[in-house]
């Protein structure tokens, strides 16, 4: 299957879904993005509405809300945003090895409640196909609710993804992934909105100084730095104001990672 026909199977798919009304878990990031775009397409055509549910979380960075209703406001989809604190279960809180199932179980619940409210038969997500070869045990979640994957059943990769959303001219299409804060801390710790806090403010700054992918890792009073390796040098030459910035945010140590940057490092 040439590109041309792998995007085409993708378009058919989500329309399909869109001759009824259909919500998409909507974060902001490409893959979600796509999606949005895709069915706003097929909806055009068919007639159904499309709903695209964001879920403002204390487990996710605060940026992401302005990213997705900027995202939103460019098309005609339904934009509604749930607030949701997850750390309202107490299983979620003590940061268990199965907290991203727990999490995402909590977490699209929600939505389902929502899409039976507004008479939508099918929730889209947008894993993709890379994501089904790394841990990602709130996949389990994803299948267990009925939850529609479509980039990952037609094999989009991530690379695919982008490169698609590019043709579009998504303005996320090349924006770094924002994970779930909760991934900066070893399983087993207990998560403390006063932490999480203090990481995205960290990564906030850091970024600002003109870095793409970047993770403190905590453990404890220490923090272990994760760049894409091409950064190094300039972690160097940002030395001094990165430790004045994460100490002044109560971290006593500040490591730089020298494997780089890696998504779910804490997995290993």
Known sequence: MNWDEKKTVL????????????????????????????ACEGAARTGGKVYA??????????????????????????????????????????????????????????ILDYAREVQAPVVIEGTNEDDLHQYRPGLRAVKELGIRSPLAECGFTKEEVRKMAGEYKISTASRPSAPCLATRLPYGTRIQKEVLKKIEEGEEYIRQLGYGNVRIRVYQNLVRLEVD?????????HKDRIIRKLKELGFSYVTLDLEGFRSGSMDL
């Open 11 to 38: 378009r058919k798919k989500i329309e399909e879904y869109t001759k009824g009304n259909v919500c998409i878990a909507f974060s902001g990031g490409v893959d979600s993005s796509l999606l949005l775009t895709l």
């Open 53 to 110: 549910v964001m879920l403002d979380t204390v487990l996710h960075p605060k940026g992401d809300v302005q990213t997705a209703i900027q995202v939103a406001e460019k098309t005609v989809a339904i934009f509604q945003v749930i607030r949701v604190d997850e750390l309202e279960n107490p299983k979620i809180m003590e940061n268990p090895k199965d907290r991203c199932y727990l999490c995402k179980r909590y977490l699209y619940e929600k």
């Open 229 to 237: 390796p091409k950064d190094f040098g300039k972690v160097l030459t």
